[in-house]
């Protein structure tokens, strides 16, 4: 039976905009996100009890542990076959545009509302999985890790205490040529290691405890590197993803960092702190090495903001070999900075200032006042003197 050009005309409009009643539906998703972050907000302990170390944490466990037999990251997969979607479907709507000339508006009116409900079904499966923990609790508060106000001079202790461990842990590690510190087996073996130090710690910081996958290298680990990203972890799979281009001595504090996350803990200070006290509690003389790096570089960076003079007399306790370790870090680094960098980093602090980290990425600086906290809570007066 033939169809008239009316009817084939009301079929072409159905196709272009079918289906338009449950996307709007699906954008309700929106302000229910919204409304449990302001939940979390309002009664931020009882949230912590039963989404982040209850639901959210067991979510995190299936996906993990489901996703993490794969040698590969699901989630670097993903983002690839999302941006090969969003080519082609820019394509095609723009094919559609010329062939339904006669309906230019519903053509673009059904290209942005797709958009729309794809960014939307994103946003609120990233708040509903994991992005609510940007208002859990700090790390470590129920434990008597309590923030206080501490003056240079503690900073400077913190500093010595630091330069005389990592000294006497890199003695324990092998050189390469270049007189760089070593660590023990390559990536995949970090990988494997990463889960003692949290093992060790999870009698004192309970919310470091449950059973996951590992941690996943990343395929465009050498792109990364021109943005300085280390590391991505993925609330949609579980997966702690890290960048294996990067110097050695950075992957095992690294690791324990996207772990961090893994664990529900969004902000990069917390995760920085996990990453050293998992690293430094660690069976293993190269991850606590890592870990103490990590420390270093901050509490030197803090310290040389305060007190510049301090700083560099208390590097001259600073051994050889640690300077070579970090002179090579340095080096390693100075060949991508640049405006991907800029960008990349202008990228992620809209991304926590999004997520209530008001400060953006000078967060990064307060891992220093955790690491006071644990210096003067968890440390003993043996532990600082060695």
Request: charged share 20%; glycine share 8%; aromatic share 14%.
């Amino acid at each position: 039976m033939a169809i008239n050009e009316s009817e084939k005309k009301d079929r072409t409009k159905h196709k272009l905009t079918g289906g338009t009643k449950l996307k709007l539906l699906s954008l309700l998703l929106v302000p229910i996100s919204v409304f449990c972050l302001q939940c979390y907000v309002n009664n931020p302990e009882n949230w912590e009890k039963y989404y982040s170390l209850g639901i959210n944490k067991t979510i995190i466990e299936f996906l993990s542990l489901n996703f993490g037999f794969l040698p590969f990251s699901v989630f670097e997969v993903l983002i690839f076959l999302l941006l090969l979607f969003l080519a082609w479907y820019i394509l095609a709507t723009i094919y559609n545009m010329i062939r339904y000339h006669d309906y230019l508006f519903q053509v673009l009116g059904k290209f942005v509302l797709n958009i729309v409900v794809i960014a939307a079904l994103l946003f609120s499966s990233f708040e509903l999985l994991w992005g609510l923990n940007y208002k859990r609790p700090q790390f470590g508060l129920k434990h008597g890790l309590v923030v206080e106000q501490y003056t240079t001079e503690d900073l400077g202790a913190l500093y010595v205490h630091l330069l005389k461990r990592a000294k006497v842990i890199r003695q324990y590690l092998d050189e390469d040529t270049n007189g760089v510190a070593q660590m023990y087996g390559d990536y995949k073996n970090i990988f494997d290691r990463a889960y003692m130090g949290f093992y060790e710690l999870k009698y004192i910081f309970d919310e470091l405890g449950g059973n996951y996958g590992l941690a996943k290298p990343l395929v465009a680990s050498d792109l990364l590197n021109h943005a300085c990203i280390t590391g991505i972890y993925s609330p949609f799979t579980g997966e702690p993803n890290v960048n294996v281009e990067i110097p050695p001595m950075y992957i095992p504090s690294t690791t324990c960092h996207e772990m961090g996350h893994q664990r529900g803990f969004g902000y990069e200070d917390q995760c920085n702190f996990i990453a050293f006290i998992t690293c430094e509690r660690h069976p293993h003389p190269d991850f606590q090495y890592s870990g103490y790096l990590l420390a270093l570089a901050y509490t030197s960076n803090a310290l040389g903001r305060v007190d510049l003079d301090m700083l560099q007399s208390l590097n001259q306790q600073m051994s050889e070999g640690i300077k070579r370790d970090l002179d090579y870090g340095n080096a390693f680094w100075d060949q991508y900075r640049g405006q991907i960098k800029e960008a990349a980093r202008s990228v992620n602090n809209t991304f926590l200032k999004t997520n209530g980290v008001k400060s953006g990425t000078q967060s990064y600086g307060k891992v220093v006042d955790l690491l006071l906290a644990y210096y003067a809570n968890y440390f003993t007066i043996d532990d600082k003197v060695k």
